[in-house]
């Protein structure tokens, strides 16, 4: 589904994030993506968001080459992958409600459809009785199933979350876990970066492991080991 | 989706996102409100420069002298002739020997001895007088031409004198000056409209600046730059029509009280009479202007935070 092939990003001779990486992701599979900060796991979500072009390689989504993507067909290609980030990304100004419904009225969904799906949704991730708060009432938990809510409702191919549990307690982030874990049981494509073992271990699926740029390790017997 | 569900949408993104980022809106509106007032007042300035200008203008006239001897069915077949010339302000005004003739004796009325002069003499020694007004200072060189030509033709037999040849030098003077005036009216307009655009677009700047990071969410999670743009556009647009009404119903008090302070100063132009009158376009120029001002400065500042 997901072809990285000799991928690199080099912003000067001494910074290199990226050096030649290959992998591939197949469809309703779950990875995860380990190593240290400025191991390049993040650079390799920004190129596949097309936050960033790769310097060399080729980054295949399905059959497409992501990086040739004609500006307007962006957003479209976008709609395809719901996002988590560690600093959750929500809208400040915007209820639970409208965060989630942003996503669709971007997808051109109706009103009808919206005022359908997105409670449901939210009840999902259990957020039901806090569809009309903002952001700033909810606590860190809270706005990552929020979050996680807008990444799912146009039923995306993939969902990418960048280290979803990293300003989260073991608590919330194992709750976080188990909902990504549940995504990926209906049917769609999960990558998760992190550095927290434990987050690992309790998925127990393939791992990558990451270290200056490069992979160094592909497992799929989902242990920590860095 | 409809265009106009797709409409219906975006602009009540652009009424929550005006309406909840209340500070930012409010600091907007009020930088919008003091520039459209600068724009506003040189609506004012320029029709009080206007009647200034007219005023010393309409104080300028050629005044041709007729011999006495000239017959008053000829002089009024020339004042006919010359107000069908386009660069004359009607009406041409008509004196008669008689009149000016009453007019000298009521001037002299203390004066014996002129009064007496003129009783010894049998005839009106006066020759009629027409007072003519051009519609632009420039124009009086054109029509003192014609009476010139007309001297010519007849040998001088009926006009003895034009005094636009005496008066020419000030008049040229007020010329200049009068297009100076304009000049300058014209300059301070454009510059001060210029001003309130670069102020206006750099208050829209920063508050889009504020929405950055809102902006970069949404390009991640699909939308296009049509959709993050256009509530931005309409909150923009907002900014300024709210900011044109504000300064609409703040020239209400002002120029009534300029009006009541500076009287007929400026060629008796009542500034708040001129507000009334014009109403309808000023209300169109501060709001149109507040709209297209904030929409165009918004469509700019998203901008910068598209590019992929």
Same mark, same amino acid.
């Given at each position: 589904?997901?072809?990285?092939?000799?991928?690199?990003?080099?912003?000067?001779?001494?910074?290199?994030?990226?050096?030649?990486?290959?992998?591939?992701?197949?469809?309703?599979?779950?990875?995860?993506?380990?190593?240290?900060?400025?191991?390049?796991?993040?650079?390799?979500?920004?190129?596949?968001?097309?936050?960033?072009?790769?310097?060399?390689?080729?980054?295949?989504?399905?059959?497409?080459?992501?990086?040739?993507?004609?500006?307007?067909?962006?957003?479209?290609?976008?709609?395809?992958?719901?996002?988590?980030?560690?600093?959750?990304?929500?809208?400040?100004?915007?209820?639970?409600?409208?965060?989630?419904?942003?996503?669709?009225?971007?997808?051109?969904?109706?009103?009808?459809?919206?005022?359908?799906?997105?409670?449901?949704?939210?009840?999902?991730?259990?957020?039901?009785?806090?569809?009309?708060?903002?952001?700033?009432?909810?606590?860190?938990?809270?706005?990552?199933?929020?979050?996680?809510?807008?990444?799912?409702?146009?039923?995306?191919?993939?969902?990418?979350?960048?280290?979803?549990?990293?300003?989260?307690?073991?608590?919330?982030?194992?709750?976080?876990?188990?909902?990504?874990?549940?995504?990926?049981?209906?049917?769609?494509?999960?990558?998760?970066?992190?550095?927290?073992?434990?987050?690992?271990?309790?998925?127990?699926?393939?791992?990558?492991?990451?270290?200056?740029?490069?992979?160094?390790?592909?497992?799929?017997?989902?242990?920590?080991?860095? | 989706?409809?265009?106009?569900?797709?409409?219906?949408?975006?602009?009540?993104?652009?009424?929550?996102?005006?309406?909840?980022?209340?500070?930012?809106?409010?600091?907007?509106?009020?930088?919008?409100?003091?520039?459209?007032?600068?724009?506003?007042?040189?609506?004012?300035?320029?029709?009080?420069?206007?009647?200034?200008?007219?005023?010393?203008?309409?104080?300028?006239?050629?005044?041709?002298?007729?011999?006495?001897?000239?017959?008053?069915?000829?002089?009024?077949?020339?004042?006919?002739?010359?107000?069908?010339?386009?660069?004359?302000?009607?009406?041409?005004?008509?004196?008669?020997?008689?009149?000016?003739?009453?007019?000298?004796?009521?001037?002299?009325?203390?004066?014996?001895?002129?009064?007496?002069?003129?009783?010894? +003499?049998?005839?009106?020694?006066? !020759?009629? /007088?027409?007072?003519?007004?051009?519609?632009?200072? &420039?124009? $009086?060189?054109?029509? %003192?031409?014609?009476?010139?030509?007309?001297?010519?033709?007849?040998?001088?037999?009926?006009?003895?004198?034009?005094?636009?040849?005496?008066?020419?030098?000030?008049?040229?003077?007020?010329?200049?000056?009068?297009?100076?005036?304009?000049?300058?009216?014209?300059?301070?307009?454009?510059?001060?409209?210029?001003?309130?655009?670069?102020?206006?677009?750099?208050?829209?700047?920063?508050?889009?600046?504020?929405?950055?990071?809102?902006?970069?969410?949404?390009? +991640?999670?699909?939308?296009?730059? !049509?959709? /993050?743009?256009?509530?931005?556009?309409?909150?923009? &647009?907002? $900014?300024?029509?709210? %900011?044109?009404?504000?300064?609409?119903?703040?020239?209400?008090?002002?120029?009534?009280?300029?009006?009541?302070?500076?009287?007929?100063?400026?060629?008796?132009?009542?500034?708040?009479?001129?507000?009334?009158?014009?109403?309808?376009?000023?209300?169109?120029?501060?709001?149109?202007?507040?709209?297209?001002?904030?929409?165009?400065?918004?469509?700019?500042?998203?901008?910068?935070?598209?590019?992929?």
């Amino acid at each position: 589904m997901i072809h990285f092939d000799k991928v690199s990003k080099i912003y000067s001779d001494d910074s290199i994030a990226l050096d030649e990486v290959s992998f591939t992701v197949n469809s309703q599979e779950f990875v995860t993506i380990v190593g240290h900060s400025g191991a390049g796991k993040s650079t390799l979500i920004k190129m596949l968001l097309l936050e960033e072009k790769p310097s060399h390689g080729t980054i295949l989504f399905e059959k497409f080459d992501v990086s040739r993507l004609r500006r307007r067909d962006i957003p479209k290609y976008r709609r395809r992958i719901g996002t988590v980030f560690q600093d959750f990304k929500l809208i400040p100004n915007k209820t639970v409600f409208e965060n989630v419904a942003f996503a669709m009225e971007a997808a051109g969904r109706t009103d009808e459809e919206i005022a359908a799906d997105v409670p449901h949704v939210l009840s999902l991730v259990d957020l039901r009785k806090k569809i009309w708060n903002f952001p700033h009432e909810l606590s860190g938990g809270e706005k990552q199933r929020v979050a996680i809510a807008r990444a799912i409702i146009n039923q995306p191919d993939v969902v990418i979350a960048d280290e979803p549990t990293g300003n989260l307690d073991p608590i919330n982030a194992r709750e976080i876990v188990e909902i990504l874990k549940r995504i990926n049981s209906l049917g769609t494509t999960v990558i998760l970066t992190t550095h927290n073992k434990d987050v690992v271990d309790a998925i127990g699926k393939r791992v990558i492991t990451m270290e200056k740029g490069k992979i160094i390790r592909d497992n799929k017997d989902g242990k920590y080991a860095l | 989706m409809t265009i106009w569900s797709n409409f219906k949408r975006t602009a009540r993104a652009g009424f929550i996102g005006f309406w909840r980022n209340g500070f930012v809106s409010l600091a907007s509106v009020l930088i919008m409100t003091v520039t459209l007032f600068v724009f506003g007042s040189t609506i004012f300035i320029n029709a009080l420069l206007e009647a200034s200008i007219h005023e010393v203008e309409s104080r300028v006239d050629i005044n041709v002298y007729f011999s006495s001897s000239a017959k008053e069915d000829d002089i009024l077949a020339l004042k006919t002739k010359v107000e069908t010339l386009p660069e004359v302000a009607l009406p041409v005004e008509y004196i008669s020997k008689e009149d000016v003739l009453g007019n000298f004796k009521k001037h002299h009325e203390n004066d014996e001895v002129i009064l007496q002069s003129l009783d010894e +003499l049998d005839v009106n020694p006066f !020759g009629a /007088i027409l007072n003519i007004r051009a519609k632009e200072v &420039a124009q $009086y060189e054109g029509i %003192a031409r014609f009476f010139a030509d007309t001297q010519t033709d007849d040998g001088g037999t009926q006009i003895q004198k034009i005094n636009y040849y005496n008066n020419k030098q000030a008049i040229d003077s007020l010329g200049r000056a009068v297009d100076g005036g304009r000049k300058i009216g014209a300059s301070i307009t454009i510059a001060l409209a210029l001003l309130s655009i670069l102020i206006t677009f750099n208050t829209i700047r920063l508050s889009t600046y504020i929405a950055r990071d809102e902006i970069a969410v949404m390009r +991640l999670v699909g939308a296009s730059n !049509g959709f /993050i743009r256009e509530p931005f556009i309409i909150a923009g &647009a907002m $900014y300024g029509a709210l %900011a044109g009404i504000i300064v609409l119903g703040g020239f209400y008090p002002v120029t009534y009280w300029i009006a009541s302070s500076i009287g007929d100063f400026f060629g008796g132009l009542d500034l708040f009479a001129y507000y009334i009158e014009h109403f309808g376009e000023i209300t169109l120029l501060l709001v149109i202007s507040g709209i297209v001002l904030g929409s165009v400065s918004s469509f700019l500042a998203v901008r910068r935070y598209l590019r992929i």
